[in-house]
Structures are given as structure tokens and as C-alpha cells.
């Protein structure tokens, strides 16, 4: 069956040190693939997207992803995370072309920044 | 700026009444609109697919006779849950993309948090 996996429910960071979460999926043919931020009781904001194309995908507030068709993985990374980025993070997938653009979320990963 | 917008943002009512969620796609035209629930500390569930003009399809287990979707215009979807009960309480969230297939990201509302007494 089709999946998205997050394998970290939970992860802390110091603030200053860099991140990476994971997210792998489990699809016939290569997705198209999405990180969402949301902030306690708010709705998701986009972080980025990949279709195609370069495998390493810049996104907003410094946020990177790095796509690697081998490993079925899509992880979502930062140099230096902020006391703002504690939220929760969700990795999500649409299953490409001809799939119309219904989305598939992982569990999600809660960050903590530690001061 | 936001692309979406949700309404109402939070409500409170009694057992037995029916309330009703709005979503709006506040700069494009949305022929698709998706509505999720979400349980604390949990992912997003897809409900149902919104379609402009026509029925919505719910996704396996959602009754749609509980929840009432109209998505009569290109730019609203409203979602009505009917007779809520203590159960329907939850966080409801819709989103829209712009039309152009799967590589088109969906954008979300800030969310509706319902509470039922």
C-alpha cells in the first residue's frame, strides 16, 4: 500500500544546531512530494515542494529538502534552527502525474528548540 | 499573505445543532477543495474532495450525511456537520489548490476548532 512514513515523533534541538527530518514513502513511481509546517493551532503552511528536476530543493524560512530516489527518501533539513521553527512537521505526497493532487501525510514530527 | 481563508476560527455549541464551516480560496480559483480532521497530537485525515458543481466524494468511513459538503462557487466550500454531537469535536481544516493536476501544492486555512457540549 501507498505511505508516507515519519520515523520521529519527537525530536529536540538546541537552538543553533542543525536539523534534519526524515520522511520516506512508499510509491510505484517517484511522487510528487511536499513539507508542511503548522504552528499549534493553526492550519499547514508549505515549506516546499519536489517534482522534478534537481534533487535538492530550497525552501522558505532556510529550510532545504533533499530527494533520493534510492532510498525513497525525502528529508527535510536546516544549517541552524530558531527558536520560531518549533512546530510540528508534516511530510506529505501526492502521487504524481495522473494522480489528480490528493494528498498523503506522514504521522508528522514534533520539534523542540531548546534555548 | 494568506490564500485560504477559514471561518469561523473557533465555536462552541450545544449537542443536537449544526454548524457550518467556510472555506475560501481568497486569489484563484479553486475547482478542488479538500476538508481534513485532525485529532490533537495527530496527522491530517481527509474527509472528503470538494468539487465545484458537483457531488463531493467522501473518503471510506466519513458519512456524508454527517457532513454536508457544497462547494458552489469556485472560490467557496462549505462543510455542515448535522445533529453534532460530543464526538465531532475536533480540529477541521480545508485547503485548495490552483487548478494544474498534482504538482499544484495545496494551500490551507488556519484551521476551525469545534467544540461540541
Known amino acids: 500500500a501507498q505511505s508516507v512514513t515519519q520515523p520521529d515523533i519527537h525530536i529536540t534541538v538546541s537552538e543553533g544546531a542543525s536539523l534534519e527530518l526524515r520522511c520516506n514513502y512508499s510509491?510505484?513511481?517517484?511522487?510528487?512530494l511536499f513539507w508542511y509546517v503548522q504552528s499549534p493551532g493553526q492550519g499547514l503552511q508549505l515549506l516546499l515542494k519536489?517534482?522534478?528536476?534537481?534533487?535538492l530543493v530550497q525552501g522558505i524560512k532556510g529550510f532545504e529538502a533533499e530527494f533520493k530516489r534510492s532510498q525513497s527518501s525525502f528529508n527535510l533539513r536546516k544549517p541552524s534552527v530558531h527558536w520560531s521553527d518549533a512546530a510540528e512537521y508534516f511530510c506529505a505526497v501526492v502521487p504524481g502525474t495522473g494522480g489528480g493532487n490528493k494528498l498523503t501525510f506522514g504521522t508528522g514530527t514534533q520539534l523542540k528548540v531548546e534555548l | 499573505g494568506a490564500v485560504v481563508s477559514q471561518h469561523p476560527s473557533w465555536v462552541i455549541c450545544k449537542s443536537g445543532t449544526s454548524v457550518k464551516i467556510e472555506c475560501r480560496s481568497l486569489d484563484f480559483q479553486a475547482t478542488t477543495m479538500f476538508w481534513y480532521r485532525q485529532f490533537p497530537k495527530q496527522s491530517l485525515m481527509l474527509m472528503a474532495t470538494s468539487n465545484e458543481g458537483s457531488k463531493a466524494t467522501y473518503e471510506q468511513g466519513v458519512e456524508k450525511d454527517k457532513f454536508l459538503i457544497n462547494h458552489a462557487s469556485l472560490t467557496l466550500s462549505t462543510l455542515t456537520v448535522t445533529s453534532a454531537h460530543p464526538e465531532d469535536s475536533s480540529f477541521y481544516i480545508c485547503s485548495a489548490s490552483r487548478p494544474g493536476g498534482g504538482n499544484q501544492p495545496q494551500h490551507f486555512g488556519d484551521g476551525t476548532r469545534l467544540s461540541i457540549l
Open positions: 519536489y517534482f522534478s528536476g534537481d534533487t
Open positions: 510509491y510505484g513511481a517517484t511522487p510528487y
